[in-house]
């Protein structure tokens, strides 16, 4: 029941019946069956999943696929889907900057990584299979804090369904950030 917020009346532009597969289902499933093109989310809501389990993810269907995957992030706006995976809706920008460095670190390719954060900690491991190179991670998100995160932490941003006026002058923002 939560609005949809990239909208004037709160209303989503896609059917209650569109199917929605996983990305990390489809992907693969894709680069097994083409040779040169390149694959990223829109955006996958960071903040409900795990990231070790996210990298491991992402960091299978980069082996799988060449390294022809980008990661596309966002926070989501729905506080129930938190309720629903047991995690918190309070907390999930600052979480959401956390998972996103130890996804950096994960995603750079082979070696051993560690973390100690706020709300992440764990010691030495190391994925396996690794990605042959860094895997981008783009950042969805309108608001100042989205955008602030987009222009610190990613390689790029990812906008919702917006008219080009408004484009721009999002993009402007962005890039007095940047």
Not at 42 to 66: E, Q, Y
Not at 78 to 85: A, G, L, R, S, T
Not at 96 to 121: C, F, N, T, W
Request: with cysteine.
């Amino acid at each position: 029941d939560a609005k949809y917020p990239y909208t004037d009346d709160g209303r989503r532009f896609w059917s209650p019946d569109t199917p929605f597969v996983d990305p990390w289902v489809a992907i693969p499933a894709m680069a097994a069956v083409t040779e040169r093109l390149f694959f990223h989310t829109s955006v996958i809501k960071l903040p409900i999943r795990s990231p070790l389990l996210v990298a491991k993810t992402v960091g299978s269907a980069a082996a799988l696929s060449g390294d022809r995957v980008g990661l596309g992030v966002g926070l989501s706006w729905i506080p129930q889907e938190f309720e629903w995976c047991g995690t918190s809706y309070a907390d999930r920008g600052p979480r959401s900057d956390e998972m996103i460095e130890i996804l950096r670190k994960l995603l750079a390719g082979p070696g051993m990584v560690e973390y100690h954060g706020r709300y992440y900690d764990f010691d030495r491991l190391e994925m396996s299979p690794a990605p042959g190179r860094p895997v981008p991670i783009y950042v969805g998100g309108h608001g100042a804090p989205g955008l602030r995160r987009a222009a610190r932490l990613g390689d790029g941003w990812i906008s919702a369904n917006k008219p080009e006026a408004e484009l721009a002058a999002t993009i402007s923002r962005l890039e007095a950030l940047r």
